[in-house]
């Protein structure tokens, strides 16, 4: 039996019922263990005491990759350790020329080290009335409120036009 671990949540209550269902199609059994945040992150996670783990994580629309890769004053939050891609990533985060390549290659390279399931992407409907201006789609999932410092109220005459 594998256990399952993660924060309490509606969010990951739920994903870790569905990963539990897909892996018993497989014939595997797996304890779900549904922790308080703070024990999961002080304690869970940093002493790896499970054999799986879901946690939520919200980032903006270039998601930082090096905080899950590389090793900022301990072990990464994943546990690998690749020197090559902890290169890559160290170059992108430096930002300037070939810092946007640099995080291309350690995707790909990313990609090949490790199997990567997108579970789900919830999708968002957003209204707003006439006279709001600077709302855009959002390319991640962390809602509807990520570019919110660009809104403005349009003028009359704006919207006259």
Known sequence: ELSL????GEILDLLAKYVRAELGRSGVDVELVPLDAEIFHDSWLPK????????????????WL?????PGGGEA??????PALEALLARADGGGPGGGEA?????????????????FQP?????????VAGLRANPTVDGVLWNA????MALEADLAA
């Open 103 to 119: 995080l291309r290659q350690a995707q790909d390279r990313l990609g090949r080290l490790v199997p990567v399931l997108p579970l």
């Open 77 to 82: 939050a994943t546990g690998l350790r690749d």
């Open 149 to 152: 410092w660009d809104w403005s």
């Open 66 to 70: 090096a905080r899950w890769f590389l």
């Open 48 to 63: 790896r005491r499970f054999d799986l783990a879901l946690w939520e994580v919200r980032s903006g629309p270039s998601p």
């Open 123 to 131: 999708q968002v409907t957003v209204a707003w009335r006439p006279g």
């Open 5 to 8: 671990a993660y924060p309490r």
